[in-house]
T-cell receptor, first 110, second 115 residues
Framework: GENVEQHPSTLSVQEGDSAVIKCTYS??????FPWYKQELGKGPQLIIDIRSNVGEKKDQRIAVTLNKTAKHFSLHITETQPEDSAVYFC?????????FGTGTRLQVFP | ETGVTQTPRHLVMGMTNKKSLKCEQH?????MYWYKQSAKKPLELMFVYNFKEQTENNSVPSRFSPECPNSSHLFLHLHTLQPEDSALYLC??????????????FGPGTRLTVT
């Protein structure tokens, strides 16, 4: 079955810097890769996703890149702000189920 | 109410108690999910319901019993739980698995503590 690995587990950046979170997956048949943000006391919220027919997708300060050959995808956050502090999860679909990574705790210091 | 709501938000129960978690989605979706979120572990899919029919049981112990009376409501009945069942239980919904739309929307979760 699908296996998703996520790195790093924690990431601290200065406000205004960029943050990059990376995930790898094992099942080459996976074709949908969402990213979720989970703030304290809340459920995960979908922030961006990408499908295997595109290599990059951008939404304001957030971008996701996908390399199907290498089976990895990344989340890029530019000009980070304190409100970006949260736990971020990547996921990959596997026969209509989402398999999640273990999460990255991002801390943005003012 | 909008989105996905869950009640209660916090629950403390003894190992011999019986309790139920409730989830309601206001998004017009047809698929609903239960996940377990434990510290430092990936979200674990427990159950999937598609048009009220259970389509996935991810080897969940029988002390967890789901119920989906309609596409908007999902319950998780709990009985004789173990301390290791303490976790955040998340409900999610989506249009439907396999429909080409996989976006899942999560509720805020129920923080369960088993004493």
């Amino acid at each position: 079955g699908e296996n998703v690995e996520q790195h790093p587990s924690t990431l601290s950046v200065q406000e205004g810097d960029s943050a990059v979170i990376k995930c790898t997956y094992s099942d080459s048949a996976s074709n949908y890769f969402p990213w979720y943000k989970q703030e304290l006391g809340k459920g995960p919220q979908l922030i961006i996703d990408i499908r295997s027919n595109v290599g990059e997708k951008k939404d304001q300060r957030i971008a996701v890149t996908l390399n199907k050959t290498a089976k990895h995808f990344s989340l890029h956050i530019t000009e980070t702000q304190p409100e970006d502090s949260a736990v971020y999860f990547c996921a990959a679909d596997n026969t209509d189920k989402l398999i999640f990574g273990t999460g990255t705790r991002l801390q943005v210091f003012p | 109410e909008t989105g996905v709501t869950q009640t209660p938000r916090h629950l403390v129960m003894g190992m011999t108690n019986k309790k139920s978690l409730k989830c309601e989605q206001h998004l017009g979706h047809n698929a609903m999910y239960w996940y377990k979120q434990s510290a430092k572990k990936p979200l674990e899919l427990m159950f999937v319901y598609n048009f009220k029919e259970q389509t996935e049981n991810n080897s969940v112990p029988s002390r967890f019993s789901p119920e989906c009376p309609n596409s908007s409501h999902l319950f998780l009945h709990l009985h004789t739980l173990q301390p290791e069942d303490s976790a955040l239980y998340l409900c999610a919904s989506s249009q439907a698995p396999g429909a080409g739309t996989y976006e899942q929307y999560f509720g805020p979760g129920t923080r369960l503590t088993v004493t």
